[in-house]
């Protein structure tokens, strides 16, 4: 049975499209979680803000005999090696080449050894025009680390149930998000939901600060299988936090109250 998992959320201002000045600073924040932790969680577009201007800062992400390779992939290799811990976080990136060049809004895990795994946000947030200057991603992405079965989600996909559906086949979904003040309710509210109905461990992370057209106030929580908050911040805060995640605890749940054996069986389009 795989052991507990260590799990940071980085709640974080961020500097408008200033890729190198929020690593730098992230790198800072992070720098004690060294041995301290096994997953380290960063926002949604952690390097640039949540802007619809990724012409102006967004990565060309190039795949190689090695994976998939750029500025901030080589960054979080980096710190993933010296923290000994997993870096996950999303950056707008150019993907295809200069004729048939588009945009994804792609979340990265990156682990301790270099392997890198992606997921690009399927649900683009129509009401700030996202859809119309990034690509939505096609594909649900779980990834398999020491023994926890983790599901990559980004922001908006919180609003849509069916494609987080857990099908018994994950323990943790993270959600990283650039998520604003107004709508904090529905935040908090949906992420609670989410580990209630699909009976796993639930952790969103939010920005908190201003950019140039929305004030955040972060609210990022981590929530166990029953919706029950293990780790809760007073909104606003910049703030590093480590919270454990104990699998022995969620198996036993699942046992004790195997509501997933009644779920209606459904596919995708």
């Avoid at 919180?158 to 987080?164: D, M, N």
């Avoid at 929305?214 to 805060?237: C, W």
Wanted: hydrophobic share 40%; net charge negative; proline share 4%.
């Amino acid at each position: 049975m795989p052991r507990a998992l260590r799990v940071s959320l980085v709640q974080s201002e961020l500097v408008w499209h200033e890729p190198e000045a929020n690593r730098q600073a992230l790198a800072a924040r992070i720098k004690p979680l060294q041995g301290q932790s096994d997953l380290v969680v960063l926002p949604e577009m952690f390097t640039s803000g949540f802007t619809m201007q990724p012409e102006q800062v967004a990565e060309v992400c190039r795949q190689t005999n090695s994976g998939l390779e750029s500025e901030t992939i080589s960054w979080m290799k980096s710190q993933a090696a010296y923290l000994g811990t997993a870096v996950c976080g999303s950056v707008a990136m150019q993907v295809g080449d200069n004729e048939s060049a588009a945009y994804v809004n792609r979340m990265l895990f990156v682990t301790p050894e270099g392997e890198v795994s992606h997921y690009d946000k399927r649900h683009l947030f129509r009401m700030a025009d996202e859809h119309e200057h990034y690509q939505a991603g096609t594909e649900r992405r779980v990834v398999d680390y020491r023994g926890w079965r983790v599901l990559l989600q980004v922001c908006y996909d919180l609003r849509f149930p069916v494609f987080s559906r857990n099908a018994n086949d994950y323990d943790l979904a993270l959600y990283v998000a650039n998520w604003p003040e107004p709508r904090r309710l529905a935040w908090r509210t949906l992420l609670q939901a989410r580990a209630i109905e699909n009976l796993c461990y639930v952790v969103g992370v939010n920005r908190v600060g201003q950019d140039v057209n929305v004030h955040y106030s972060g609210d990022s929580l981590a929530v166990d299988f029953k919706g029950e908050r293990l780790l809760d911040h007073v909104a606003g805060e910049v703030f590093v936090a480590t919270t454990e995640l104990d699998y022995e605890a969620l198996t036993a749940f699942r046992e004790k109250f195997p509501a997933w054996q009644d779920a209606d069986r459904f596919t995708l389009q």
